[in-house]
């Protein structure tokens, strides 16, 4: 069974930063893409940002600019950097993950919180 353990999650003020990793573990194919999706109550899970083995990003709009995403590929591992936080970026923040093969399977972590509160 592939796992996806995440951590970093915590409650951040406005204006503060976090760092996010998730480690992707027991896949028999190669992770192409990994990254992480959010989801506030009451509303859709959207992208926050995604990176390939070749290094390729492809960021939400509302945090380019301030979320920076990177990955070990050796590692199977995956990094996200959150600065400049915001109110509106207080979500559950799922890690993502999908395999090489054409129509390959999914996977998604627990998800963890990240309040952004004063």
């Known amino acids: 069974q592939v796992h996806l353990v995440e951590s970093g999650g915590g409650l951040v003020e406005p204006g503060g930063s976090l760092n996010l990793s998730c480690v992707v573990s027991?896949?028999?194919?190669?992770?192409?893409?990994m990254g992480w999706y959010r989801q506030a109550p009451g509303n859709q899970r959207d992208l926050v940002a995604t990176?390939?083995?070749?290094?390729?990003?492809d960021y939400g709009d509302d945090v380019k600019g301030r979320f920076t995403i990177s990955r070990d590929n050796a590692k199977v591992t995956a990094y996200l950097r959150l600065a400049t936080l915001k109110p509106e970026d207080a979500a559950t923040y799922y890690c993502?993950?999908?395999?090489?093969?054409?129509?390959?399977?999914?996977?998604w972590g627990q998800g963890t919180p990240v309040p952004v509160s004063s």
């Open positions: 993502y993950a999908e395999d090489a093969r054409p129509n390959g399977a999914r996977y």
């Open positions: 027991g896949n028999e194919f190669p992770i192409y893409k």
């Open positions: 990176i390939t083995t070749g290094g390729v990003t």
